[in-house]
């Protein structure tokens, strides 16, 4: 079953276009990944998909429904969520705070348990429950950063540059949490600079240069694509 069907979307700063006419779809319980250069449009995207940048053109579709014009926090509550690049935790407050606020949009009575969960999967963010999370290494920030997006309860979950700036332990962590949340029964929504990594644990890839959509398949055939090296040369 289709989770996230976007066609024709566009991004625009102002006069600049950030991504132009792109065509996505992410299946439940999917992993997909979105490949490219610096600046090819993948935070861009993402953010228009979560609702923080706005769609200039095209349609999004989650969950059988058009949240095109939906707010953040409708998306959220809808199952869609962000973890942005660089992370984005409140570094004034606690480890326990900034999980609270992945909870947000939610009225019922579990979150409490739902937080412990995340204390059982991240056993380094229990033992920080109440320290501020500036204190946080880079690759606990990230858990964090997770964990905060799992509260929320989400069916499909976007990861930007999850890997980025951590060690290599953390980095094979960081894959090995995305495979297990997948499993858990999560589709996910990856975009990547660890390109052979990417390609490894998704199905299908997207590969975007200046905004476009150069080639889009199974990982395997992206990742043989000769287009790949020349994407991120910039030969086009
Ligand atoms: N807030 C903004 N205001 C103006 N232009 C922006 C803004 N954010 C991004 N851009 C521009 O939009 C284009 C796409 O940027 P985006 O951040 O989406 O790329 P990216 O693929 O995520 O790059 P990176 O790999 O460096 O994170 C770039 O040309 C960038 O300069
Ligand atoms: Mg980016």
Do not use: C, W
Not at 26 to 46: E, F, H, W
Not at 53 to 68: C, E
Not at 79 to 84: D, E, K, S
Not at 139 to 153: C, D, F, W
């Amino acid at each position: 079953m289709t989770l996230l069907e976007i066609s024709g979307l566009e991004v625009r700063y102002g006069r600049n276009v950030a991504v132009k006419s792109v065509d996505l779809t992410v299946a439940d319980r999917q992993i997909v990944t979105v490949l490219g250069a610096n600046g090819a449009g993948k935070s861009s995207l993402l953010r228009a998909i979560q609702g923080v940048v706005p769609a200039r053109a095209g349609t999004i579709r989650f969950d059988g429904r058009d949240i095109t014009t939906s707010d953040v926090p409708s998306r959220v509550r809808s199952g869609l969520v962000l973890v942005p690049e660089g992370r984005q935790i409140f570094v004034s407050l606690t480890v326990q705070d900034n999980l609270l606020m992945g909870a947000y949009t939610r009225h019922d009575a579990d979150v409490t348990r739902d937080v412990e969960a995340i204390y059982t999967r991240f056993p380094n963010l229990a033992m920080r429950r109440d320290k501020l999370a500036g204190v946080l290494s880079g690759g606990e920030q990230q858990m964090l950063a997770i964990g905060r997006a799992l509260l929320a309860k989400p069916r499909l979950m976007m990861l930007d540059e999850p890997s980025l700036g951590l060690s290599p332990l953390f980095v094979q962590r960081m894959f090995d949490l995305i495979g297990d949340l997948n499993r858990d029964g999560l589709a996910i929504l990856l975009v990547e600079q660890n390109t052979s990594m990417a390609l490894q644990i998704a199905e299908r890839a997207t590969l975007l240069e200046l905004g476009s959509v150069l080639i889009s398949g199974p990982s395997a055939e992206v990742g043989r694509s000769e287009m790949l090296t020349q994407a991120y040369l910039g030969a086009h």
